[in-house]
């Protein structure tokens, strides 16, 4: 059972909020109540409660107050507000101190229950039902030790009970916060980390690990693989740090920061990397912040994507996060300056193309992508399928290309049975417009165009020996007869006089 302390100077709210529900079917017991600040601080010494439950505004002592008072000691007790209408405003300051939340008197069963089942999980999974007591108090030190208030208490528990020889701070940062259960992700952790390993806490949004590291140095490595394997069963997107090994504890929030350091450099790293005192730092960088060699790869970017040459604009686009990623620029800025690249492009494209301009102008959702970018590979990847879809609308929509296209596949593909319903399927045009920019374009009609490159390709055929039902198979058609009539149509000659003239005259077609 969770230990829980009801503090109100009204007796009729106290015994109100006891009956209100059934706390023992909820996993608590109310230990004591108080009246007011003063006796909620003597009762909470004398409990050591899990849960308390405080009226915002008292005499003698506020709740504010007494919250403030307790937190100085405690950083894990959980405390639920209770206030009037009139004070709910008031009740908002106490979030600094850290408290679950706040409820409106008269109270709501429900509401006071989906709390109470909330704080029930997190106090399962932070202190794994009092099971080790010693681990609980860890968790109850760790801020004071990183901030570097360590007592005589938190020195002699240490001293006492962790008789480690060095230790080693690892930190892992997760990147999808939105859908991020922390508390759970821990209890997940614990499984694969004894406490002879280490410590797991959770801090600032990370989930860390408190290890024994031996002389070696080499125990935080294998402590981050072997939980590796359980965030990558939850699909998450994360990296770790780890710290020098040290031997005292007052060294550990030195510790604490290295590896936050470390994590505030994630972005130029890839996902699920462990980044180490002996990793290369990427951010060691000594080339001023300038922008003067990303305008040589403007015009360069521009004209790969207008002709739709993705291997050049990729390789482009890499070379640019790369040189950026080498200079002075912090994350956000490389973001920026990458976001301002594709408007460039975007605009130039526009003022070109205005037929697409609907289609091509940077949207919001893109520019939140890269802003959301985890690390330097996914940015890259973003700004290529974004530099990909321009090229593909500006492709897709300039008559000239297309035909291009098309004229390129008759090239490679005349001995196949091509007609304009297969390039309207490829190239996802109605057949009516592609024969029309087909023919404004070269001058010829579609299937003209296709007959001559057949014919072109049957003279070399039948020069080499080839009978004339077999060259007209190899060349697309499917019957000699046709081949003949096609033949003598643009040549003037039947393909064996063709072939008996060539081979009299002596000269080879051109």
């Known amino acids: 059972m969770w230990k829980v302390i009801i503090v109100d100077d009204e007796r009729r709210t106290r015994q109100g909020i006891i009956t209100l529900v059934d706390w023992k079917r909820l996993g608590f017991e109310v230990v004591d109540t108080a009246s007011d600040g003063y006796i909620a601080i003597e009762k909470y010494e004398q409990h050591q409660p899990d849960l308390i439950i405080i009226d915002i505004k008292m005499p003698k002592r506020s709740g504010i107050e007494t919250i403030q008072v307790i937190r100085e000691h405690d950083k894990a007790v959980k405390f639920l507000i209770i206030s009037g209408y009139a004070e709910f405003q008031y009740a908002k ?19 006071l229950i989906n709390y109470l089942k909330k704080m029930h ?53 997760f990147f999808d916060k939105k859908q991020l259960d922390l508390a759970d992700i821990v209890a997940s952790i614990k499984q694969y980390v004894s406490k002879e390993e280490g410590i797991v806490f959770i801090r600032n949004g990370y989930a860390g690990i408190w290890v024994k590291e031996s002389h070696a140095g080499s125990n935080t490595e294998k402590v981050y693989y072997s939980v590796y394997h359980s965030l990558k069963e939850k699909n998450l997107a994360f990296i770790g740090a780890v710290s020098n090994r040290v031997e005292q504890i007052e060294s550990m929030a030195n510790c604490y920061q290295q590896a936050e350091s470390y994590l505030h450099e994630s972005f130029f790293y890839e996902e699920e990397y462990l980044i180490t005192p002996y990793t290369p730092m990427i951010k060691e960088r000594s080339i001023d912040k300038s922008v003067e060699q990303l305008s040589d790869y403007k015009e360069k970017l521009l004209y ?45 494209l526009t003022a070109q193309h205005p037929e697409v301009q609907d289609r091509i102008t940077i949207k919001l959702t893109d520019i939140v992508s890269i802003q959301q970018s985890h690390t330097i590979k996914q940015l890259t990847s973003i700004v290529f399928e974004h530099l990909k879809a321009l090229s593909s609308v500006i492709d897709a929509d300039t008559s000239g290309l297309i035909v291009k296209r098309m004229i390129h596949f008759i090239n490679k593909n005349y001995d196949k049975n091509i007609k304009l319903d297969t390039m309207a399927e490829l190239l996802h045009y109605h057949k009516v417009y592609l024969g029309k920019i087909f023919k404004e374009t070269t001058g010829e009609y579609f299937k003209t165009y296709l007959d001559k490159v057949r014919i072109k390709n049957s003279k070399r055929l039948l020069l080499k020996g080839s009978k004339v039902y077999e060259v007209a198979k190899m060349v697309g058609y499917t019957t000699p007869d046709y081949f003949h009539s096609k033949f003598k149509k643009y040549e003037g000659m039947s393909p064996s006089e063709y072939r008996k003239n060539k081979k009299r005259m002596g000269q080879e077609d051109s």
């Open 304 to 348: 790969a994507v207008e002709i739709s040459d993705c291997n050049t604009f990729k390789q482009l686009m890499m070379e640019v996060i790369v040189l950026l990623a080498k200079t002075a620029y912090t994350e956000t800025e490389i973001k920026q300056q990458i976001t301002m690249l594709l408007t460039y492009i975007n605009n130039k």
């Open 93 to 111: 300051q106490a979030i600094q101190y850290n408290v679950e939340g706040y409820l409106l008197k008269p109270l709501e069963e429900e509401e």
């Open 121 to 173: 999980t997190e106090l399962a999974v932070e202190r794994k039902d009092n099971i080790n007591n010693k681990h609980d108090q860890f968790q109850r030190y760790i801020d004071l030790i990183i901030q570097q208030k360590i007592s005589k208490e938190v020195r002699n528990f240490f001293q006492e009970e962790m008789k480690w020889n060095y230790y080693a701070m690892l930190l892992i940062r």
